[in-house]
C-alpha cells in the first residue's frame, strides 16, 4: 500500500525510455526498495533526476546572450503568430517549436474539449483541491520545494503564485484552449520557459546542492505535475462529492497528457492514465526528501494568506471561525494523515465529518447530473462563480499580469525582465 493506502499497482504500463544513469541524489530515501518496487519505472525516474529539459534550456542559454526581454517576446510571437513570425529567431527556439509544432498523433484536442465541456460544474469545489491538495501535495517534498524558496518569492506572496498557477490552469482547460495559437497553449509553452530561466539561474547559484538535489526542476519532479493536477484533483474531487462521469475522467487524463508533452516532459516519465500516474506517485512519495521547515512555511503561508480566506466566503459569517479548521480537514482528507503530520497541519475531527459526507454529496451529484439539461445550466453558473472569483482575488492581491514572467512589480525572479 502506499503512504495514503492506496493499493499498489502494476507498473508494466509505463512507457520505457534511455537507460538508468549511475548513482541518484543523496536526499533520495528508500532507493533501493524503489528499485525492486518499480523495476521498470525507478531507473528512468532516478535518471530523470539529473536531466532538465534540453530544448528549453538551450534557447534559454541563447537569451543571455539576446536579453530575456527580447527572448520572452520572441516565445510570444512564436506561439501566437508561429515561429516564422520571428525575426532573427535562434536556431535554439526553432528547435523548441519544431517539436512544439509536431502534434503527437495521440492529440485529439476537439475529442477533449467535447467530454471535457461541463467539467465547470464543479468549480467551487475545483479551486479549492488546487489549492488544498494540489499544490499543498508538491510542498512535502523539501528538494522539489527548493526552487521557490531561492527565487524568494512564495512565502510572502501565496496569494499572487496561486492566481498565476490558476490562471495557466484556466486557460489550458479552456474549450480550445491548447489550439496551436490559443492561448492556453502559450501559457503552457511561457511556464516551460519560466521553468528553464529558473533552472539556469539555480544552476549558477552557489547555494544549489546538485549531489543532494539533483538538476533544478527536474524530469522526474517535473513528471509528477501531472500527478498533482490530474491524479490528486480527481481524487480530491471525489472525495468531497463532485466526482466527474468516466467519459469526463477520460479526457481529463488525454488534456494532461498533452500538457505534459507541452511541458517538455521526457516520454519516459509522461504517465498517461490512471494507473501509471497512481504508480509514480508512489514512488515519488516512497523517494521523497524529508519535509523540512520550508515546506512547513509553504503551507501555513497557503492557508493563511488563501485557503482560509477562500473557505470564509463559501461559509456564513458566524461559522468564519472555523475556517482555518476546515482547511486542515480538506488537507487530511485529501493528504492523508502521515503527510499532514509531517507538514504540521493540525488534526481536527472536521476530517471525519468530510469522509462521511463526501460519498452522500456524491450520490446527490450523480443524480443531479442524470437530469436533462442541468449540465450546461451548472456549467455556466460554474463560469459565473469563476469569473467572479478571479476578479475578486486580483482585487485583494492587486495582480494584473497572468504568469510572473508578466509580472510588473515584485522581489526578482530569474523569469522577470
Known amino acids: ?99 512544439l509544432d509536431d502534434v503527437p498523433e495521440w492529440v485529439d484536442l476537439d475529442a477533449i474539449d467535447r467530454d471535457c465541456r461541463y467539467l465547470g460544474r464543479f468549480t467551487r469545489q475545483g479551486g479549492i ?38 490562471s495557466w490552469l484556466v486557460e489550458a482547460s479552456a474549450s480550445g484552449g491548447l489550439q496551436r495559437h490559443a492561448k492556453g497553449f502559450e501559457l503552457t509553452v511561457r511556464v516551460r520557459i519560466i521553468h528553464a530561466l529558473v533552472r539556469r539561474a539555480l544552476r549558477d547559484d552557489p547555494r544549489w546542492d546538485e549531489q543532494a538535489w539533483g538538476v533544478p526542476i527536474c524530469q522526474a519532479f517535473l513528471a509528477y505535475t501531472l500527478v498533482e493536477f490530474c491524479l490528486i484533483p480527481l481524487r480530491g474531487m471525489a472525495a468531497i462529492g463532485a466526482a466527474f462521469l468516466p467519459h469526463e475522467v477520460a479526457a481529463y487524463y488525454a488534456r494532461w497528457r498533452y500538457i505534459g508533452h507541452l511541458l517538455g516532459i521526457n516520454p519516459a516519465l509522461l504517465a498517461t492514465n490512471e494507473a501509471q500516474q497512481d ?32 473557505i470564509e466566503q463559501l461559509l456564513i459569517r458566524p461559522l468564519h471561525a472555523i475556517a482555518p479548521r476546515v482547511v486542515h480537514a480538506l488537507e487530511r482528507v485529501f493528504l492523508g494523515d502521515r503527510i499532514a503530520d509531517e507538514l504540521a497541519i493540525p488534526d481536527t475531527r472536521l476530517k471525519h465529518v468530510i469522509r462521511r459526507v463526501g460519498p452522500m454529496v456524491a450520490a446527490i451529484n450523480r443524480a443531479v447530473d442524470r437530469i436533462p439539461g442541468t449540465l450546461p445550466i451548472r456549467t455556466s453558473l460554474g463560469e459565473r462563480y469563476r469569473i467572479k472569483q478571479d476578479a475578486r482575488l486580483r482585487a485583494r492581491y492587486s495582480v494584473r499580469h497572468d ?3 508578466a509580472a510588473p512589480t515584485g522581489k526578482p525572479h530569474p523569469a522577470r525582465s
Open 1 to 99: 500500500m502506499g503512504e495514503t493506502g492506496r493499493r499498489v499497482v502494476a507498473v508494466s504500463e509505463i512507457p520505457q525510455g534511455p537507460g538508468p544513469r549511475p548513482g541518484m541524489p543523496t536526499s533520495v530515501r528508500c532507493g533501493r526498495e524503489a528499485t525492486q518496487r518499480f523495476p521498470v519505472l525507478a531507473p528512468d525516474y532516478f535518471a530523470g533526476m539529473w536531466e532538465g529539459d534540453p530544448l528549453a534550456d538551450a534557447f534559454v542559454a541563447d537569451a543571455g546572450l539576446l536579453g530575456d526581454g527580447r527572448a520572452m517576446r520572441m516565445v510570444r510571437t512564436a506561439c501566437r503568430e508561429g515561429i516564422g513570425a520571428v525575426a532573427d529567431a535562434p536556431a535554439s527556439l526553432a528547435a523548441l517549436f519544431a517539436e
Open 129 to 166: 483541491v488546487l489549492g488544498a491538495a494540489s499544490l499543498v501535495s508538491g510542498y512535502a517534498n523539501s528538494a522539489a520545494s527548493r526552487p521557490l524558496e531561492m527565487t524568494g518569492r512564495y512565502v510572502e506572496s501565496a496569494g499572487v503564485r496561486t492566481i498565476e498557477v490558476a
Open 279 to 310: 504508480a509514480l506517485e508512489q514512488l515519488y512519495l516512497l523517494t521523497r526528501p524529508e519535509v523540512d521547515d520550508y515546506c512547513r512555511d509553504l503551507v501555513a503561508a497557503i492557508n493563511n494568506e488563501f485557503l482560509v480566506l477562500e
Open 403 to 405: 504568469l510572473v514572467d
